[in-house]
């Protein structure tokens, strides 16, 4: 496994754990908090998939391929502008 990949890995399941803990923890309380717990746990796994592709976009760059990191930029744009849609929309 690549030191890459490797650091994806860990921090993939940390995020995903603490996700889980503050969903569940959500679950358990009533009121604001639950819904900053709830609301917390589904902002983390929205943004885990972003912070995976930025890292890999720089990867990419820093290994002078230009054809996966621009593609890579392309799918954070396609992704920033569906989160500002949903941001204005709601």
């Given at each position: 496994m690549?030191?890459?990949?490797s650091?994806?890995?860990k921090w993939t399941t940390?995020?995903?754990v603490l996700a889980a803990l503050a969903a569940s923890a959500g679950l358990i309380v009533h009121g604001d908090i639950a819904h900053t717990l709830n609301t917390a746990a589904l902002v983390s796994l929205g943004a885990l998939?972003?912070?995976r592709v930025i890292a890999l976009?720089?990867?990419w760059a820093?290994?002078?391929?230009?054809?996966?990191?621009a593609a890579a930029v392309m799918?954070?744009?396609l992704m920033a502008v569906g989160v500002l849609l949903v941001a204005?929309?709601?």
């Amino acid at each position: 496994m690549t030191s890459l990949s490797s650091f994806l890995a860990k921090w993939t399941t940390t995020v995903i754990v603490l996700a889980a803990l503050a969903a569940s923890a959500g679950l358990i309380v009533h009121g604001d908090i639950a819904h900053t717990l709830n609301t917390a746990a589904l902002v983390s796994l929205g943004a885990l998939p972003m912070l995976r592709v930025i890292a890999l976009a720089v990867s990419w760059a820093r290994a002078g391929d230009r054809r996966y990191s621009a593609a890579a930029v392309m799918l954070m744009s396609l992704m920033a502008v569906g989160v500002l849609l949903v941001a204005v929309w709601r």
